[in-house]
């Protein structure tokens, strides 16, 4: 079974990490995006084959099969984030 990752941010870094995670990573599958632009999950819908989109982070960690997150937000919002959980790998420093 492949791990679930789900996806925070899915602008110009997010959608590189997004293709690294979807196509080059052998056993991990990225199952959902979160954006507050419609335009980003579109082409992650497009892109990736992501069914499971969302503009709220929240409503998108209710998911109860999510394994890891992967946060490719502004830095300032890094922290918050991350202490939600579930597991997560950030592109930049978490500084509370």
Sequence with gaps: MANQDRHCGV???????AANLAFRIPGVKLASACS??????A?????FGIADTYTDYDEMLQK????????????VMHFEQIAKGPHGLCDHAVLP
């Design 64 to 75: 109860a099969d999510i394994d890891a997150v992967a946060i490719v937000t502004p830095s």
């Design 11 to 17: 602008g110009a870094a997010g959608s590189v990490h």
């Design 36 to 41: 507050p632009v419609e335009t980003e999950l």
């Design 43 to 47: 082409r992650a819908r497009e892109q």
